[in-house]
């Protein structure tokens, strides 16, 4: 099986990212340029789509780069096995192994920010640590006095489409029984840091009935925290509170992912021209999530003590949080859930009690 990934990997994936257009039953498009021990071997061709950034693919050590990499597709393979049902009715069983190896491989990729093209060894050992590692051991729940509400807690796996292996999903319980779910949290633990890659909202709440509810949050939270819907910052306290032991990173661009938007978004454009605007305004709505992204941190920074940020530059687009021990906020909900999560997180679920 060793032989089988690398060979995929060298002769065929690599071909492949040249053109942008990764076959595995259906196209993935992703590209980058492949550097091993300072030599080019790969560069991407001239492409149509405007805006597409080719990162490098920059191997310094291929044996450990092999290594790994074989590993991460060897878990993978068992971890998302519910994810490739789309290959049951092919009959070559060569081909359904290729495609397999080629369709995990460009997930993988996709989740790669500049720094993990430029450190390819340190981002496959913390994709392999972010299957071993989850942020909760059970469920949890805990009531919060101040919104007057009980917030559930889960970590379930993910698909393999999605940015981290787990993610955080948690609802709050009103106390007329209203269930208002809050945005997941895709977030990794590779062992040493957390790292957050999206905050996405859940569309299943009726906007209409929750605006209420978003009301009596904004007076639990009681200092003046504005700029998003109040269950944003539910969840972002959340997860400060269940990743303060330690340090928080903070990706908000993925490159690849970037990319097939783009590439989508050109396609599209060619049979509409009203998708033309809208393919050239991309950049712009990704700097305005990137930033939206960032800001819910720092507002809450703004409103408490004890939340260090430790670097954000634009070589590294990402924000470095460190909690320390003598935090504090303005926010009454805030230190509410970040003292619950204490004393909860390690204990077994109150679910079903």
Not at 114 to 134: E, Q
Not at 168 to 182: A, H, N, Q, R, T
């Amino acid at each position: 099986m060793e032989d089988k990934i690398l060979d995929i990997f060298y002769n065929k994936f690599i071909e492949e990212i040249k053109s942008g257009k990764i076959d595995c039953y259906f196209t993935l498009n992703i590209v980058f340029n492949v550097i091993i021990d300072n030599k080019l071997i790969s560069k991407a061709n001239e492409l149509s789509y405007d805006g597409i950034l080719v990162p490098t693919l920059k191997i310094t050590n291929k044996k450990v780069f092999d290594k790994l990499l074989v590993e991460y597709v060897s878990i993978a393979k068992t971890f998302y096995n519910k994810d490739f049902n789309f290959l049951d009715d092919l009959e070559d069983e060569t081909l359904k192994e290729e495609y397999l190896i080629k369709y995990i491989i460009g997930t993988l990729f996709a989740n790669a920010s500049f720094s993990d093209f430029d450190n390819p060894i340190n981002f496959l050992n913390t994709r392999i640590n972010f299957f071993k590692n989850k942020i909760l051991e059970n469920e949890i729940d805990f009531y919060i006095n101040s919104i007057n509400a009980r917030l559930y807690v889960n970590e379930v796996i993910s698909p393999i489409t999605c940015e981290t292996p787990y993610r955080l999903e948690s609802y709050l319980i009103f106390d007329d029984g209203y269930k208002l779910k809050l945005p997941n949290l895709y977030v990794g633990n590779d062992g040493t840091n957390y790292l957050l890659y999206a905050i996405q909202k859940i569309k299943n709440n009726n906007e209409l009935e929750e605006s209420i509810y978003l009301k009596q949050i904004r007076n639990g939270l009681v200092a003046k925290i504005k700029g998003a819907p109040e269950h944003y910052f539910i969840a972002v306290m959340l997860m400060i509170s269940l990743c303060s032991d330690k340090d928080i990173v903070i990706v908000p661009f993925l490159i690849e992912r970037w990319n097939a938007k783009r590439i989508a978004m050109y396609k599209k454009s060619l049979s509409n021209e009203n998708l033309l605007d809208m393919e050239l305004n991309q950049e712009k709505i990704q700097n305005n999530l990137t930033d939206i992204l960032i800001r819910y941190f720092t507002k809450l920074e703004s409103v408490s003590e004890g939340i260090e940020f430790s670097s954000i530059n634009e070589v590294d687009s990402n924000l470095y949080i460190k909690i320390k021990e003598n935090f504090n906020s303005k926010s009454v909900a805030f230190n509410e859930i970040f003292n619950a999560v204490k004393e909860n997180k390690y204990k077994k679920s109150n679910l079903n009690k």
